[in-house]
T-cell receptor, first 118, second 114 residues
Framework: DTEVTQTPKHLVMGMTNKKSLKCEQH?????MYWYKQKAKKPPELMFV???????INESVPSRFSPECPNSSLLNLHLHALQPEDSALYLC?????????????????FGPGTRLTVT | QQQVKQSPQSLIVQKGGISIINCAYE??????FPWYQQFPGKGPALLIA?????SEKKEGRFTISFNKSAKQFSLHIMDSQPGDSATYFC?????????????FGTGTLLAVQP
């Protein structure tokens, strides 16, 4: 089973709202990722968590705040977003990301959350 | 040097035909090359991946051909079906390197006509 689930499927929020995106996997993967994807473009990496610790932040604005409560869950907290932040937000996970020796195993993506900022 | 160039941008193939999508890279440190298939409104699905120790990998109707000296790799879809109509992304990364960033190509929109 290579399932990554994401909720909600769709989200509409105003620029002053605070909302959260959730991602869950039960494959025992220890690396989890947030990507942003605009229409007709490839996914852009935002954050990587390895063993529940933030490993990579691709210079993402602070209005996006990731959180990894445990090895199965990944959240993305949203605050004061701009209309240009409207996109498909994808979560992914991979099997291993060993401390001290980083190994990329195949990344599996969730279905995404379609975010619209009004 | 971190780019992966993908072509064509769009492709129309008749049912039963062969779809071919090409990618090229510059960074010789890349040693992991996956292909993803994405349907509208869905997340990318891992289709097939290759390491440079082999020149070809086949899974069902999908084949990756890899040319290390030319720094190119391609996806061949044999007996293309309307259900294969989707956007395809190639990607590259360093399998055992210090980063686990996938560098994606720009995508190819495939339409298989019945």
């Amino acid at each position: 089973d290579t399932e990554v689930t994401q909720t909600p499927k769709h989200l509409v929020m105003g620029m002053t709202n605070k909302k959260s995106l959730k991602c869950e996997q039960h494959m025992g993967h220890r690396a989890m990722y947030w990507y942003k994807q605009k229409a007709k473009k490839p996914p852009e990496l935002m954050f990587v968590y390895s063993y529940e610790k933030l490993s990579i932040n691709e210079s993402v604005p602070s209005r996006f705040s990731p959180e990894c409560p445990n090895s199965s869950l990944l959240n993305l907290h949203l605050h004061a977003l701009q209309p240009e932040d409207s996109a498909l937000y994808l979560c992914a996970s991979s099997q291993d990301f060993l401390k001290g020796r980083r190994i990329l195993i195949e990344q599996y993506f969730g279905p995404g959350t379609r975010l619209t900022v009004t | 040097q971190q780019q992966v160039k993908q072509s064509p941008q769009s492709l129309i193939v008749q049912k039963g035909g062969i779809s071919i999508i090409n990618c090229a890279y510059e960074n010789t440190a890349f040693d992991y090359f996956p292909w993803y298939q994405q349907f509208p409104g869905k997340g990318p699905a891992l289709l097939i991946a290759i390491r440079p120790d082999v020149s070809e990998k086949k899974e069902g109707r999908f084949t990756i051909s890899f040319n290390k000296s030319a720094k190119q790799f391609s996806l061949h879809i044999m007996d293309s079906q309307p259900g294969d109509s989707a956007t395809y992304f190639c990607a590259a990364s360093t399998y055992g390197g210090a980063t686990n960033k996938l560098i994606f190509g720009t995508g190819t929109l495939l339409a298989v006509q019945p």
